[in-house]
């Protein structure tokens, strides 16, 4: 908790009658906006707000009584640095085995063992959700891994299956038609109703991918 | 299960359960949700001594039938549509008395595309976030209803209230959206923002609780690079690749790369939920978001 609080400097644009959308600098800026609208919240000091949905450089507020006010108390907050208070990171078991891995291999320039080092060495954080339910957006590798979408997306992609798309990586939590270049399988499971919370990863977890066997029975539960 | 439960007979086209929709859970990408027409399914349940956020039948185009195992109250609005029970013609946008086993027939629409039965106690499906609506994005909630599936209904809570006439909406003969101009209209030229605040554009018959889209000039982007995604919220208008306006309703996804021209009041998403293909539409621009 060294590091100092910055002057907020987002723009906030108006989206329709009660929504406010308001555009940071970068990503690690609207991690701290956003970190921070949770801790007013949390300290009832936020006004009420239907929904709070981060994105890649926004943060959507929707359901605002008043947003030009909201807009306008903005200006005058400071952001603490994000990221110094966090629970331990959410590790996913993944068996590296995913049918585009040599295709990153060759974007990469690299083996496919390095794909595997570089992918678990990293520490990656939930930028936000969409898509699908409890599928997080995963900042961490950099803009030097970023791999473009598959020029025609699966019509299936498998529960659990990893895979990477520009910056993010992601897992999906249950089969669907998908774009991203799949790397490998998790047998976590990153989206239950009958669980609470339903998802496994929300805006701000910090997340880690360890490697394992075929099998694929190590490290099953989170 | 209990008697208190409905058969479904006749799922018809694309028949829900839906109420007012889940709500807080959008940073987890799950859609809001609920009734395209609020307004219709409250009517529904006051008439029916429900509250009024009480889970119902959404249908599409051409009703559905159902057989309940015990008496219940129901009132079907929305779109007007022909209401039977046992083969007999009853009142649309009335409470009426369904006796045990008897069938209830939800016809077509005659104008409008919704239509909404509610029955007292509503139907008890178990919620899933908050809600029991039906979520066709993600899959959450029941699946749609088809021929043969078992409904539960809760217990009737209050008696009905004596039913008032209410009076069929009229087709809406052309669609006037009113919308508040950005977040991102600066990604469109001036050209573009023009002709969308004075073209006629048609509704689609590619609409679903998704979206509603149009046919229609095409806007050209003054901004060719990519959004990163964002927040979308119930009613934004988004133009994809192919310029067409595309107006976010009930299902829509919470995050989205492509840029909103503009945001449609609410009070008009229930009209614009209720447009048949082909409907004239315009955009009716009452503000500007910055």
């Not at chain 1, 570089?118 to 590798?141: K, M, N, Q, S």
């Not at chain 2, 006749?10 to 709500?23: C, H, I, K, P, S």
Request: aromatic content about 6%; proline content about 9%; hydrophobic content about 45%.
């Amino acid at each position: 908790m060294t590091a100092t609080a910055r002057a907020y400097r987002g723009t906030a644009l108006p989206v329709g009658d009660r929504a406010l959308l308001v555009e940071l600098a970068d990503g690690e800026e609207t991690a701290a906006f956003h970190a921070e609208l949770l801790r007013r919240r949390a300290a009832g000091t936020l006004p009420a707000v239907r929904e709070i949905v981060p994105a890649a450089r926004t943060v959507l507020l929707d359901g605002l009584a008043d947003p030009a006010g909201f807009a306008a108390a903005l200006r005058t907050w400071e952001l603490p640095p994000p990221g110094s208070s966090r629970t331990d990171a959410v590790s996913l078991p993944v068996r590296y085995d995913g049918p585009d891995l040599a295709e990153v291999a060759a974007r990469w320039g690299v083996s496919e063992e390095e794909v595997v080092r570089i992918h678990t060495a990293a520490e990656f954080r939930v930028a936000f959700c969409g898509f699908a339910p409890g599928f997080g957006y995963l900042t961490g590798l950099g803009e030097r891994y970023a791999v473009p979408r598959r020029a025609t997306p699966r019509t299936a992609v498998p529960a659990g299956s990893v895979g990477l798309a520009g910056p993010y990586t992601g897992v999906y939590p249950r089969s669907s038609p998908g774009g991203w270049q799949l790397i490998g399988t998790t047998d976590a499971v990153l989206w239950d109703v009958s669980r609470d919370p339903a998802a496994l990863l929300s805006p701000g977890t910090r997340v880690r991918f360890t490697a394992v066997a075929g099998d694929g029975h190590e490290g099953k539960d989170r | 299960m209990t008697d208190r439960a409905l058969t479904v007979l006749r799922a018809g086209a694309l028949t829900t359960v839906q109420d007012l929709g889940r709500y807080g859970q959008a940073h987890l990408g799950v859609p809001r949700s609920g009734a395209l027409d609020p307004p219709a399914l409250r009517l529904g349940n006051r008439l029916v001594g429900n509250p009024e956020g009480a889970a119902a039948l959404e249908t599409t185009l051409n009703g559905c039938t159902v057989r309940p195992r015990h008496t219940v109250e129901v009132a079907v609005t929305g779109a007007p549509c022909g209401v039977a029970v046992a083969g007999r013609p009853v009142a649309w946008g009335q409470s009426v008395r369904v006796p045990a086993g008897a069938v209830l027939d939800v016809g077509p629409a005659v104008s409008g595309v919704r239509s909404y039965l509610a029955i007292g106690g509503g139907v008890a499906v178990e919620p899933v976030l908050g809600s029991r609506s039906t979520d066709l994005l993600s899959g959450l909630g029941p699946a749609p209803l088809r021929d043969g599936t078992v409904l539960a209904l809760g217990p009737r809570g209050r008696p009905a209230p004596p039913a008032d006439a209410v009076p069929a909406p009229a087709p809406p003969a052309e669609l006037a959206l009113r919308v508040r101009l950005g977040p991102r209209d600066s990604w469109f030229t001036a050209a573009a923002l023009r002709t969308f605040a004075s073209a006629v554009y048609r509704v689609s018959s590619a609409s679903n609780r998704i979206g509603l889209r149009t046919e229609g000039p095409a806007l050209d982007r003054a901004v060719t690079g990519e959004l990163p995604s964002e927040g979308m919220v119930l009613g934004a208008v988004q133009v994809p690749p192919d310029g067409l306006p595309l107006v976010f309703l009930a299902d829509h996804p919470t995050t989205g790369g492509y840029p909103v021209v503009a945001v449609v009041r609410e009070a008009d998403l229930a009209t614009a939920a209720q447009a048949v293909p082909g409907t004239p539409v315009r955009f009716v621009v009452v503000g500007r978001g910055r």
